[in-house]
């Protein structure tokens, strides 16, 4: 497993594995001015926007009028609603191919991790990105973390998960990032983790209710004592992004 590097906070896009994955792809291809990059589960087709123009742009969605969108705003070519319903003739096809807040969706995500790589062309990259179950929120909030608040979220995978995937099916795991959701100011993230922390507190009870109650004593914190549910705290850095590369 390659050491994990920090997302750099030095950009103007929000979406921190965006962000992270054009600037990735960008150093990886270079001048090539033919790059085939399919994202699945697109929607509008934002992400592939913000790549080259003369790359190709591809994607995997179902819902028709973003669809619709992706294609007359973004010049995106929609190859199938479904990653396991798309034609046997697009696999190994792609230069790149990125997951972006798709795994969690799987009920089986090592079954979908599979399918993406097989479009994937030999020496091509694979990204993704998703929840990070090694993150401090992870361990503190574990079943109650806001990512699992959405019911249609099903799955969460760790480092561990992604080496295991990367020898199962003839990867290289050649980098990975501890990124947020979202990117903010340092205030925000501040904010943000005193919240996790005291809601954390909260729900242990017992001696934790010590610094439980400490916390909103704080200046500009007593507002806590009148949380009701787990914070959403989509600045803090508890996701990653993967780059898998496959094999020759």
């Avoid at 798309?86 to 798709?102: K, N, R």
């Avoid at 091509?124 to 503190?140: C, E, F, N, P, Y």
């Avoid at 500009?220 to 803090?236: I, N």
Wanted: charged fraction near 20%; aromatic fraction near 8%; proline fraction near 5%.
């Amino acid at each position: 497993m390659p050491h994990r590097r920090r997302w750099p906070t030095t950009t103007n896009e929000a979406n921190a594995a965006w962000a992270l994955a054009r600037q990735w792809l960008r150093e990886r291809f270079g001048n090539r001015q033919d790059v085939a990059v399919l994202d699945i589960g697109c929607h509008t087709g934002r992400f592939l926007g913000g790549l080259p123009e003369t790359w190709r742009r591809h994607g995997i969605e179902s819902a028709r009028e973003p669809c619709r969108i992706a294609h007359e705003t973004q010049n995106v070519t929609i190859i199938g609603a479904r990653l396991e319903d798309t034609e046997a003739a697009w696999a190994g096809q792609f230069d790149a191919v990125t997951l972006f807040d798709v795994i969690e969706h799987l009920p089986d995500p090592g079954v979908g991790i599979a399918q993406a790589a097989r479009l994937v062309r030999p020496g091509g990259v694979l990204l993704i990105s998703s929840g990070d179950l090694d993150a401090w929120t992870w361990r503190w909030l574990g079943s109650g973390h806001w990512y699992l608040q959405t019911p249609q979220h099903l799955s969460v995978i760790s480092r561990r998960f992604l080496g295991y995937m990367a020898d199962k099916l003839g990867l290289d795991l050649r980098d990975s990032a501890i990124i947020p959701h979202r990117h903010a100011r340092a205030s925000a993230r501040l904010n943000e983790s005193v919240r996790a922390t005291y809601w954390g507190l909260r729900q242990r009870g017992g001696a934790w209710r010590l610094p439980h109650r400490l916390l909103q004593t704080l200046p500009g914190f007593q507002q806590l004592r009148h949380m009701q549910s787990v914070p959403w705290t989509m600045t803090l850095e508890d996701h990653l992004l993967a780059v898998f590369e496959r094999r020759m």
